[in-house]
Nanobody, 118 residues
């Protein structure tokens, strides 16, 4: 059974930083493209950042230059480093693992709350 467990969320002041972590268990982590999504109250879930199995990263325009996604295949972990946080970054952040092979796979974590407030 594949499990994704996020951690690192919390309350931070505007301009502050947080690092989110997502540990994947029950499967071969390195084959997955990993993504971070977020969902604010009353809004749809949006892609924040993605890193492919090969290590290529891409970001939503709203976080470019402030957020960095990285992965450690030896630790089965993907990270989201968030700097210069803004109030509009407040949301539940979800980790996602996707594999587009003969049999497509798609897994989600339970989410971690990030609140940016003074």
């Amino acid at each position: 059974q594949v499990q994704l467990v996020e951690s690192g969320g919390g309350l931070v002041q505007p301009g502050g930083s947080l690092r989110l972590s997502c540990v994947v268990s029950g499967s071969i982590f390195s084959i997955y493209d990993m993504g971070w999504y977020r969902q604010a109250p009353g809004k749809q879930r949006d892609l924040v950042a993605v890193i492919t199995s090969g290590g290529s990263a891409d970001y939503a325009d709203s976080v470019k230059g402030r957020f960095t996604i990285s992965r450690d295949n030896a630790q089965n972990t993907v990270y989201l480093h968030m700097n210069s946080l803004k109030r509009e970054d407040t949301a539940v952040y979800y980790c996602n693992a996707q594999y587009a092979g003969i049999r497509s796979l798609d897994y989600w974590g339970q989410g971690t709350q990030v609140t940016v407030s003074s």
